[in-house]
């Protein structure tokens, strides 16, 4: 028997592959699987209520580390402006690689089969999801639509309102001011504002 390197317990092992029989890589294992489950979890709830965000750069180019593939991946889905949430981690766990890389996973490691199910998405969970994020991202489309049309009205009237006092100083201080600077009742409205800085 050669050395083993075993990559749950991050050691080389002398005594071959039966290393994973013992106590302490099967406890390792169910420490690994224990987290790595916890992060699943949160990501299967977003199969029937996908998560939208504005996107953050801070909070959502995070990776994560897929034991089963051993590499490291997106954990969110975004096009820059928006993000779905888990996205990625979920999409990547319902390919055909990530299944088959589970399956040798599990038979390497000798772990309990009753769970391998829970980190593998299955074909209808991935298009449940489709449907559920395309449905998500218009009711998002749309929110955002009414919220910027809320605040273009908000500005729209803010501006009329400084067009107002401009106009109501223009006709209160200026009728008297015509003896002594003729040239700004000809001025538009516009270079008034410059003026007085509004």
Request: aromatic content about 8%.
């Amino acid at each position: 028997m050669g050395p083993f390197y075993c990559e749950i317990c991050r050691q080389t092992d002398f005594s071959g592959k039966g290393h994973i029989y013992g106590k302490s890589h099967q406890s390792k294992l169910k420490v690994v699987l224990v987290k790595f489950l916890e992060k699943v979890k949160e990501a299967r709830r977003c199969i029937k209520r996908p998560q939208v965000e504005k996107f953050d750069a801070v909070e959502h180019e995070q990776k994560f580390w897929c034991y089963c593939c051993q590499q490291e991946i997106q954990k969110h889905v975004t096009d820059g402006r928006v993000t779905v949430l888990h996205g990625a981690l979920l999409e990547h766990m319902s390919t055909r690689e990530h299944r088959t890389k589970t399956h040798a996973f599990w038979w390497k490691n000798k772990a309990d089969p009753k769970l391998k199910e829970k980190f593998i998405i299955t074909e209808e969970e991935a298009e449940r999801l489709k449907e559920e994020v395309a449905k998500t991202l218009e009711q998002y489309e749309e929110k955002e639509d009414t919220l910027l049309k809320e605040q273009a009205d908000i500005i729209r009237s803010q501006e009329h309102h400084r067009l107002e006092v401009l106009q109501s100083l223009r006709e209160v201080c200026f009728p008297g001011m015509k003896q002594l600077y003729p040239y700004l009742i000809k001025l538009p409205i516009t270079v008034i504002k410059n003026l007085l800085h509004l």
